[in-house]
């Protein structure tokens, strides 16, 4: 609720429904809860990005 709602205001992300392939090409992936924002850092054992959380989770993670 209240988290996403944040995380969509301050991203300007759109809410959509995503294939898993489209993750495996991703440069970064997060996720949140009500506890806050958790990098993704493989998806199906393959590295997402660099295989270490983005610019973008981690300035998101500071600030929620």
């Known amino acids: 609720g209240v988290m996403r709602a944040e995380v969509i205001r ?3 992300a759109e809410e959509r429904p ?3 392939a489209e993750l495996e090409r991703s440069s970064e992936v997060f996720v949140s809860n009500a ?3 958790r990098p993704v850092t493989k998806v199906n054992g393959r ?3 660099d295989g270490v959380p983005g610019l973008i989770t981690q300035l998101l993670a500071v600030r929620l």
């Open 47 to 49: 590295a997402v990005g």
């Open 10 to 12: 301050l991203t300007r």
């Open 35 to 37: 506890l806050g924002i």
């Open 18 to 20: 995503i294939e898993v």
